[in-house]
């Protein structure tokens, strides 16, 4: 079977937004994904954004290294119950579920990428769980998955400015809603911003937004 490689050079600073890309069926009728990063064919570590069409389900699997999903719009499912938008999910390596949509649903997903620190599922309802203040005035954070090298929620006020800093093992930010940005561009909602170790940037918000980010995760990667 054909192997995909996107974007898998993590030396290399990548920006993408998911509206700009392709919708690619996946095997099961009525999921599709817009591919942001992947490494193999149906068995690959991915980032993608997904989304089910009303009534749409996809056949039992497992993931051997695990999943993390935030739910971006509609009503999420499988047989442990259901997760509408704002939700956050860390399935662990080894665990299975047969996940399907009654309504339709959008979810950003990260596949086969996390260890053996990972080992308890995690569930966060991100509309309802407290935020926590920044570093910063007009900067608040919510730890995601709290297990090994976690994933934060992070909300910015409008006209709020973060000090220049650079990142060990890289970052990755997925911008939720509003516009994210820094001296290299300007990010507006469904943005994908990768970028490698020891990276240097200065973020700041004039609109405001929520951005999901992971740091620390990608020097491994590199080669």
Known sequence: MYSMNIHTDYRE?????HHDLPWIRSPDSGVERRMLERL?????RATSVVRYHPGARFRAHTHALGEEILVLDGVFSDETGDYPAGTYLMNPPGSTHSPFSTQGCLLFVKLRHLGADQVER???NTRTAHWHQGMVAGLHVMPLMRQGSGSTLVRWAPDTYFTPHRHYGGEEIFVVNGTFEDEHGRYPEGSWIRSPH??????FSKEGCTIFVKTGHLLSLQS
Not at 198 to 203: D, G, R, V, Y
Request: no cysteine; aromatic share 0%.
């Open 40 to 44: 193999g064919d149906e068995v690959a």
């Open 198 to 203: 020891m990276s240097l940037h200065q973020p």
């Open 13 to 17: 600073r990548v920006v993408l937004n």
């Open 122 to 124: 995690e569930v966060v």
